[in-house]
């Protein structure tokens, strides 16, 4: 019988992706002993299967797109892309799906790794193989999410790609169905259309993206179109098999789409359902419902970080998160007050959940931050649209010749400040933090006439937008 070994810190974390890892460098950092628990690669998701390696596939396509609209310089790049070369650079950004520089990142703040899958066996304990963890402080729930699939009968044996396929293959499928319409599913879709892929694009609702505002599916759906994918909206899957190495779709109209990979990019689903919430009166597989500083509600002990509190599934939201809850944890071990501001450390422990950003990498690029105008009007806000063609800016001109976009601020009129923004448009992800720190700031609209744009750059386009507020 194997002796259990028990280990005492004042924080431990379950889950070594970047909002672990970032809870555990600002727990270190006041001086908390912390332990990180993983059962797969250090540096979770995002680094292995998800932003790195998505964008590190994506970045040749959008420079390809962007070269192709520059005379003298189009007929340079007129043939396919080198996939091989493309591929051998996405995995040098994953380090060969190894994670030795992650676990040495670990070692460096002063943290223990334990890798094995970790439970909760009871309040403030975490169990791993035959160690036990006990936290006098916080645990902190890092696990993130699973890519989740339909429930259709013989799924499993086609062996259907999520995301993470979709994101590490080693060749190009000389046909892919891509099954979605968000964010992993666009993504996707551009990518292997560039890199030799046929892509047939299935969309359940009426068009992509429909979490932005809805120009923003729509210039997507028009460059995907043009660049030689088939999509279709108002589709859904009724069956898929594999028959002689090939994938049959059976659309729900009964049309067959014949392909040799299909990748199902339908939702994310939380990684709780084999942690031991019941051990703490939660139920496995739930998400996690959370305070403003990330605590678990009805727990003084617990925390959940990132996309398992489904308030944004965004690794860059969820590292923001962990500083709050890291901040959060360090001030209660203290006994120091969170209602404290320190700019610094985040002890006022607010964390904003509607003021998000976020960029689709598509070609052309959507990017977006707090409300679009559907969602500020369903809030109750007082609002209007304002609407901006991109390319009336000298600096789209200059960026490409035909450049396609649309910028849009949604103007709250009785405070005066911006709800949200969206960008789409070639080049535009890089525009995005100068929309967040107005939204975030609730700049208001007569500071912004003081933020004078560079000419000529895109940026432009916010003098664009508030001439259009003023005049109309």
């Known amino acids: 019988m194997t002796e259990t070994e028990t280990n005492v810190y004042d924080v431990v974390v379950l889950g070594a992706g970047p909002v672990g890892e970032n809870v555990a460098d600002r727990t270190r950092a006041a001086g908390l002993t912390t332990a990180v628990v993983e059962s797969e690669l250090v540096g979770g ?72 899958h970790g439970r909760l066996t009871g309040p403030r304990t975490v169990t791993v193989g035959d160690k036990v963890l006990t936290a006098r402080h916080a645990v902190v729930v890092a696990t993130g999410t699973r890519a989740a699939l339909p429930d259709l009968p013989g ?55 429909d979490r932005m505002e809805p120009f923003a599916g729509e210039l997507v759906t028009e460059a995907l179109t043009e660049a030689g994918a088939d ?71 617990l925390y959940a970080v990132g996309d398992v509190n489904h308030r944004a599934l965004l690794t860059h939201q969820g590292k923001y998160q962990a500083r709050v809850a890291g901040a959060a944890i360090a001030a209660r071990a203290a006994g120091t007050p969170l209602t404290e501001t320190d700019p610094w450390s985040a002890h006022a422990a607010t964390a904003d959940h509607e003021s998000v950003p976020q960029v689709v990498f598509t070609d052309p690029e959507a990017a977006a931050v707090g409300l679009s105008l559907a969602e500020a009007e369903a809030a109750g806000h007082r609002v209007r649209a304002v609407d ?30 911006l709800r949200g923004v969206t960008f789409v448009g070639p080049g535009v992800g890089e525009l995005i933090h100068s929309a967040t720190v107005a939204v975030v700031g609730q700049v208001p609209i007569a500071r912004l006439w003081h933020a004078v744009p560079s000419y000529p750059t895109l940026s432009e386009v916010w003098l664009r937008l508030l001439e259009a507020f003023r005049d109309n």
């Open 45 to 116: 998701e995002c680094s292995y299967w998800a932003c790195m390696p998505s964008k590190a596939l994506l970045r040749p396509v959008i420079a390809r797109a962007d070269a192709r609209r520059l005379p003298g310089l189009r007929q340079a790049v007129q043939g396919p892309l080198d996939t091989a070369e493309v591929l051998a650079r996405r995995n040098w950004f994953t380090g060969d799906w190894t994670d030795d520089g992650q676990v040495e990142w670990i070692k460096s703040i002063g943290a223990d790794l334990h890798r094995g």
């Open 155 to 209: 799924l499993a044996e086609v062996g259907p790609w999520t995301s993470r396929e979709a994101t590490s293959a080693q060749s190009a499928p000389g046909r892919l169905v891509v099954v979605g319409g968000g964010v992993v599913a666009t993504e996707m879709a551009t990518a292997w259309q560039a890199l030799g892929s046929q892509v047939t694009l299935l969309v359940r609702g009426k068009g992509l993206l």
């Open 231 to 301: 999509v279709r909206t108002g589709t859904s899957v009724a069956s898929v098999t594999r028959s002689d190495g090939a994938v049959v779709v059976v659309t729900d109209t009964g049309e067959r789409i014949e392909a040799d990979e299909i990748l199902f990019a339908v939702g994310r689903a939380p990684r709780t359902d084999e942690i031991g919430l019941e051990t703490v009166g939660l139920a496995p597989g739930s998400w996690l419902t959370v305070d403003d500083s990330l605590r678990v509600t009805g727990t003084d002990w």
């Open 388 to 417: 901006v063609d991109l390319s009336s800016v000298a600096g789209a001109g200059l960026y490409a010749e035909g450049y396609k976009g649309r910028a849009r601020m949604v103007v709250d009129l009785d405070h005066e400040i």
